[in-house]
Every structure is written in C-alpha cells, then in structure tokens.
C-alpha cells in the first residue's frame, strides 16, 4: 500500500489547498461587500498567512501549511483557514490512541503515517451570524487510509430557516453519493459535536464522518470533495442575510457566553486538536479554533 499511494496523496493535498484558496477569497469577498449594516463603516478585514513547518525528532523536514487567520474584520471577528500536509513517525501516545480507536495492526512496527487536511473555523461579529466549523482531511498509514471530516454550525441566537438551507445543502450534496449518506452523517454530527458535561449539543449539527474507506479511493475522495464544496454554498448566505441586523449588548452577551461553550468542546474533546497537540503541530495553528473573547457566567 505505502508505493501506490503517491498519487493519491498528492491529489487530496492539492485539493485541500484548493479548497482553502477558494474560501479565504470569498471570506475576504464578504468583507468587500459589507456596505450596510453594524460595522460597515470599518475597514474590511484581511487575511494574514503565515507558513507553518512541522519538524521531526531529528530535525528534519515533517511536512507544515499556511496558517490564514483574519482579526477584526467588518464581518469576521476571528477566521481562520488552516491547510497542512505533515508526514513522519507516530509518537507512543499517539500510536497508543490510534490502536484503541481503530485497532490497526503494525502500528508499532511501522508507525509512519501521512495526513492533509483543510481546517476552518469562523467567529463573527454580528451574533445574528452564525459561527461555523468544518474540516476535511486523508489520512495515510501503510497499514490503513481514510477520509474524515465535515461541517456544522453554531449560532448562538438560532433562526430556524437558516438551520433548514444549511442542513438543505449538505443534503443536496451528498445524495449523489447515495441516499443513506446524510442521515448516517447527520446523526453522527449529532453525536460527535455533543458536550457531555453540559448535557448538550455546541450548535445546531450539521454533517460528520471519520475512518471512512469503503477500498475504492476516487469513490471516497469524490464523497470528501463534495463535503468541502458544500461549505461555501450552506454558509455564505446565512452572513449575507444576518450580517446586516443591528445588535444589542444583551445579544454580545449571549454570543460571548455560547462562545465559552464552543472553546470548552475544542479543548476538551476535539480530536483534531488531541492529534495535532501529539503530533508536535503548531500550537498556534491547532488552536486557532478558540474564539478572541468568550464569557463563563
């Protein structure tokens, strides 16, 4: 398996950069646009990029990624777009992780592994936006492969037609992968974004899948692609229609506190955050999920 997967590889890692490159210019088209509402009077935001490089054990080159985080922006609080391609050797702790989870034999003789992803998550100005998440990524050991990754939203004052067109376009997407996909992922999004200690969901769901290899590779990478493609159409038009509406200091302080809830459930849960953490990644990359400011009351 290690000398047939090149291709393939290098395929998913262009295509997360690519990804990554239509999102930041449609991001920093929104600021563009803003020309009414809250804020509108600001400076549209920008992306600052900055290159990130993992290295191993002895030094050497591990693989890295652009890190693009906008602050501050019209529309956009906190955004950051995160794409990476690292390879290397699995530490003890992860290898041990990995075992227990996936039950992959070899692990210990053979613990190199290979991943790329895109990783994306958006805090905003207005609270009437919603926040989002989404991530897809490959991930290659020469024992195993599989895809991971989705999307789901977290507003913190909820709109039930915008719940409906995000979930509506995940959907749209999915089905002609089959029909089973989106309520199987769905249901899985239900759970994995679940927050046990406070005996509730982070947001209002949307899509989620880990480990999936059904064995036929462009069958699989077609279903990921369509998972990112989803992303743009199911949340640009919620900031579009939202981003406008005047807020009170009363609905901050509901943004603030809901964002407490979102960086508790990173933290503590988060398995991208966990892998990133073991694998020596950037700190600052794997954490660009926490949001600028948040409140515990």
């Not at 290159?51 to 906008?70: F, I, K, P, Q």
């Not at 509901?254 to 953490?277: M, P, S």
Request: hydrophobic share 40%.
């Amino acid at each position: 398996m290690s000398e047939t997967f090149t291709e393939q590889k290098a395929v998913a890692s262009a295509w997360f950069r690519e990804l990554r490159d239509r999102i930041v210019a449609a991001f920093e088209g929104l600021e563009d646009s803003h020309a009414t509402g809250p804020l509108a009077d600001a400076a549209p935001g920008r992306f600052e990029v900055t290159e990130t490089h993992r290295a191993a054990e002895d030094g050497g080159d591990a693989g890295g990624g652009l890190m693009s985080v906008m602050r501050g922006g019209r529309v956009f609080e906190k955004v950051g777009v995160n794409v990476s391609t690292v390879y290397g050797t699995l530490g003890a702790r992860a290898q041990q992780a990995m075992a227990a989870r996936k039950g992959i034999p070899g692990m210990a003789e053979d613990p190199r592994f290979w991943a790329s992803g895109i990783s994306l998550v958006a805090h905003m100005q207005n609270p009437h936006v919603p926040a989002v998440h989404m991530n897809t990524r490959m991930f290659w050991t020469p024992h195993a492969w599989w895809f991971g990754g989705g999307s789901d939203l977290n507003p913190c004052i909820e709109y039930a037609e915008d719940t409906a067109h995000f979930h509506a376009t995940q959907q749209a997407h999915l089905d002609p992968h089959g029909a089973g996909h989106y309520p199987r992922l769905k249901a899985w999004a239900d759970e994995y974004f679940y927050i046990p200690h406070r005996k509730r969901a982070r947001g209002v769901g949307g899509i989620f899948l880990d480990d999936h290899c059904t064995g036929d590779w462009d069958a699989d990478f077609a279903l990921i692609r369509d998972i990112g493609l989803a992303f743009l159409p199911a949340f640009l038009p919620l900031v579009e229609k939202r981003r406008v509406q005047d807020w009170s200091e009363a609905d901050k302080d509901t943004q603030l506190v809901h964002r407490g809830l979102y960086a508790e459930y990173n933290l503590v849960y988060d398995r991208g955050t966990k892998f990133g953490l073991e694998t020596g990644h950037d700190a600052n990359a794997v954490l660009m999920s926490l949001p600028p400011l948040a409140k515990w009351v």
